[in-house]
């Protein structure tokens, strides 16, 4: 079953998202995924649907929004800052608890590049049952400062990224969330996942995050997917290896 859903975040604007529930049975454990920078609840290519509909083929539900300022939720994107989507995070996670088709003891919190590395900021806070970050896009952090003092200093205030606007704003938030010391304190299972021809996420940062995870991390990469998995093998072995993880929790 697909439904669309609708949610209203602590900030009072209207979050706009998509759940795939299994067509038999109740109360599944439910994946809570973010999507990344400029993306939205479909994923590249509509990877995320694909990925949903897998998943709830073999009893697991998936709940996917887009972040305010994203797709076809409220909000201007050069209003989003990583604070909010943090906020909207946890706004997801406490929604889908509280839904009849997902195990409340069992949200699982995923999210791709910038919202792997969201996922990874919030989990300590929302505390999920499971984490899996794809390619998480801890890299965007590094100096984001010091880029947006440097396009103000010639008095520019936002980018022109492809028709959306991207205000400096957002990388003066950002600074807050140094990744890895916010990622601190989650003890859950944890799955990272990146393509070997990723050339936006690279391999020692997935293995800074593993090392943060210690033993409960499995780290997989699947040989020649890019950033965004985007081959038919490369979805596959990217949907085998989440629903492999998941299968394990249960």
Not at 25 to 52: C, D, E, M, W
Request: with cysteine; charged share 20%.
């Amino acid at each position: 079953m697909i439904k669309q859903v609708e949610l209203t975040n602590r900030s009072g604007h209207v979050l706009r998202g998509i759940v795939d529930i299994p067509d038999e049975g109740s109360r599944f454990p439910a994946i809570v995924n973010v999507h990344g920078f400029t993306g939205n609840k479909s994923g590249y290519k509509n990877s995320y649907t694909q990925t949903a509909r897998f998943l709830a083929k073999h009893g697991f539900a998936s709940v996917r929004f887009d972040l305010f300022g994203n797709g076809e939720s409220d909000g201007e994107f050069e209003d989003m800052t990583f604070t909010g989507i943090l906020e909207d995070i946890e706004d997801i996670i406490n929604w889908t608890k509280q839904q009849d088709f997902a195990d409340p003891e069992k949200v699982i919190l995923s999210g791709q590049s910038m919202g792997g590395y969201a996922a990874a900021t919030a989990a300590p806070r929302v505390n999920p049952y499971a984490l899996i970050l794809m390619c998480p896009g801890a890299g965007m952090w590094f100096g984001c400062k010091e880029r947006a003092e440097a396009m103000e200093a010639k008095g520019i205030t936002s980018a022109d990224i492809e028709g959306l606007c991207f205000a400096t704003s957002f990388n003066h938030d950002l600074y807050q969330y140094e990744p890895f010391s916010s990622a601190a304190g989650y003890e859950g299972p944890v799955l990272i996942v990146r393509g070997t021809a990723d050339d936006l996420v690279d391999d020692a940062t997935c293995h800074k995050y593993e090392t943060l995870y210690s033993g409960k991390c499995t780290y997989q990469t699947i040989e020649g997917a890019n950033h965004n998995f985007a081959s038919a093998s490369a979805r596959k072995e990217l949907n085998e290896s989440i629903l492999t993880f998941l299968q394990a929790l249960k």
